[in-house]
């Protein structure tokens, strides 16, 4: 079991940055996957943002490419989402996930990389840009 835990968000202008961290315990070890998840009132879970630990590959959802950069620090068990150029429409609660799944397992495209069925999460760290 790991327990994943979210800080970093906040208040912020548009065309504002924040970043968020999300720090996991015990550390997961190997082959562990891990993504950003954000789910604004009365829409759908939106999957944002991934990466395999052991690589440090990434996957984007178009909504933040360009915008949004995930990253991880293994040394700390500490993922983190750079969040740049923000909208108002990125105002959403965002949530880590993370679990023991090889990166190129039943995915081969962004989206299916993006919103990968994941065991572990946080409780979320609000961002809203105003």
């Known amino acids: 079991h790991v327990q994943l835990v979210e800080s970093g968000g906040g208040l912020v202008q548009p065309g504002g940055s924040l970043r968020l961290s999300c720090a996991a315990s015990?550390?997961?070890?190997?082959?562990?996957?891990m993504g950003w998840f954000r789910q604004a009132p009365r829409k759908q879970r939106e999957g944002i943002a991934a990466i395999y630990t052991v690589t440090g590959s990434t996957a984007y959802a178009d909504s933040v490419k360009g915008r949004f950069t995930i990253s991880r620090d293994n040394a700390k068990n500490t993922l983190y989402l750079q969040l740049n150029s923000l909208k108002t429409e990125d105002t959403a609660m965002y949530h880590c996930?993370?679990?023991?799944?090889?990166?190129?397992?039943?995915?081969?495209?962004?989206?299916?990389?993006?919103?990968?069925?994941?065991?572990?999460w946080g409780q979320g760290t609000q961002v809203t840009v105003s």
């Open positions: 015990p550390y997961p070890g190997s082959d562990y996957s």
């Open positions: 996930a993370g679990d023991w799944v090889n990166w190129r397992d039943g995915c081969s495209d962004a989206y299916c990389y993006t919103n990968r069925h994941f065991h572990y």
